[in-house]
């Protein structure tokens, strides 16, 4: 039963032995919740429940293009057409977070994009909060242990 979900929501994009390694461990982790949770870390498990209880709020997105028009469509008014550069490519990620700051901040109400940080997958996941309230929720967030950071500084390279 559940290979046969998998298969069909992968777009039937996996093999037969991936489709039933994932299948196993659905089982698994529906059968046994508990040991399947041993598998992750406390850290893991709270990011996860938090992400969770605010998924509402939670944009996710595999290319910043495609994540620009979730966070655009959060907007009555949509943004700007996602930036490219000049030779028609996308632009960089951390060019992108610091230009859509400067769009967020120019706006009746000042926005900021928070990153949030996940373990589990490769996508970006942001939440789109008052300007004015996230010092709060990172301070918040820190002290339960979460990552969470402005999107401008969460890919700032060292």
Do not use: C
Request: glycine share 4%.
């Amino acid at each position: 039963m559940y290979s046969e979900l998998i298969a069909l929501l992968s777009g039937r994009s996996l093999d037969d032995e991936a489709v039933r390694e994932k299948a196993g461990a659905l089982e698994m982790a529906l059968r046994e919740p508990e040991k399947w949770m041993l598998d992750f870390d406390p850290e893991t498990i709270r990011q996860l429940t938090v992400e969770m209880a605010i998924i509402d709020y939670v944009l996710i997105g595999d290319k910043i293009d495609e994540l620009h028009e979730l966070i655009s469509d959060e907007f009555s008014e949509p943004l700007k057409p996602f930036p490219y550069r000049e030779d028609n490519e996308k632009v960089l990620v951390a060019d992108y977070f610091a230009w859509l700051d400067k769009e967020l901040q120019a706006g009746t109400t000042a926005w900021e994009l928070l990153s949030w940080d996940n373990d589990l997958d490769d996508n970006l996941h942001v939440v789109i909060v008052h300007r004015s309230d996230t010092d709060r929720i990172i301070a918040l967030a820190d002290s339960m242990g979460l990552r969470v950071s402005r999107a401008i500084d969460a890919v700032r390279l060292p």
